[in-house]
């Protein structure tokens, strides 16, 4: 039985691992990008500050520019709708950007991720973060009065491992390592989401 699914957005929903390094690209501002994720690495900034720098490469561009639509891996409306169509609770979690929630706003009830803020002419001046971890999911399931043995949770990064590790549902998709394939209960290695609509299925005929 599976109450609520919290899906991770990145590399998941879709075909980039990170939000932040495709709008540099799109931008044309990795090169600089890259300065600020060594600066990072190597312990001279902390994350918030990290993402205070990057999102100021950004600043002044227009708001149509930063919104650059997406290609959702396929698979993933369907999968949303199958979640939403058996009452499951659709969390997707992000620690990436919110332009990645405009195509799946619709499908999802609870869209958690950092905020890039634009000033009353459409222009981005900063960012808010809200995903410095996906801890902060332990917050909104708690909130909902949710039991972790009534959630699945779908991630691919080591950001994920909180989640993966409550969840009694794991599923590890197309994971970056071997800690995070370890942590799920189930490992799926896929270019589509459809292999995660049949796991879905089955846990819900049970």
């Known amino acids: 039985m599976i109450k609520a ?9 879709t075909y980039f691992r990170s939000a932040w390094q495709h709008l540099h690209k799109v931008l ?4 600089w990008a890259s300065v600020n994720r060594d600066a990072y690495k ?5 994350y ?17 520019w930063v919104e650059v639509p997406i290609t959702l891996r396929r698979g993933t409306l369907e999968l949303l ?14 620690g990436g950007l919110n332009y990645t929630g405009i195509p799946i706003r619709d499908y999802v009830n609870y ?4 905020e890039l803020v634009y000033d009353e002419n459409g222009s981005l001046v900063s960012v808010r973060v809200n995903v410095e971890n996906k801890d902060i999911v332990n917050e909104l399931v708690s909130e909902l009065g949710l039991d972790w043995d009534y959630v699945m949770a779908v991630g691919d990064s080591d950001m994920d491992l909180p989640m993966l590790r409550k969840a009694r549902y794991s599923i590890a998709y197309n994971p970056v390592n071997d800690e995070v394939a370890n942590a799920a209960r189930i490992v799926i290695n896929s270019d589509t989401l459809y292999p995660l609509i049949d796991i879905a299925r089955a846990i819900l005929s049970r």
């Open 5 to 13: 699914a919290i899906l991770d957005v990145d590399g998941v929903l």
């Open 28 to 31: 044309g501002t990795d090169e």
């Open 42 to 46: 190597a312990g001279l900034i902390n």
């Open 48 to 64: 918030r500050d990290w993402a205070l720098v990057d999102a100021l490469l950004w600043m002044d561009v227009p708001r149509t």
């Open 81 to 94: 709708r199958f979640l939403r169509d058996n009452n499951v609770l659709v969390i997707a979690v992000s």
């Open 111 to 114: 869209f958690i991720s950092n």
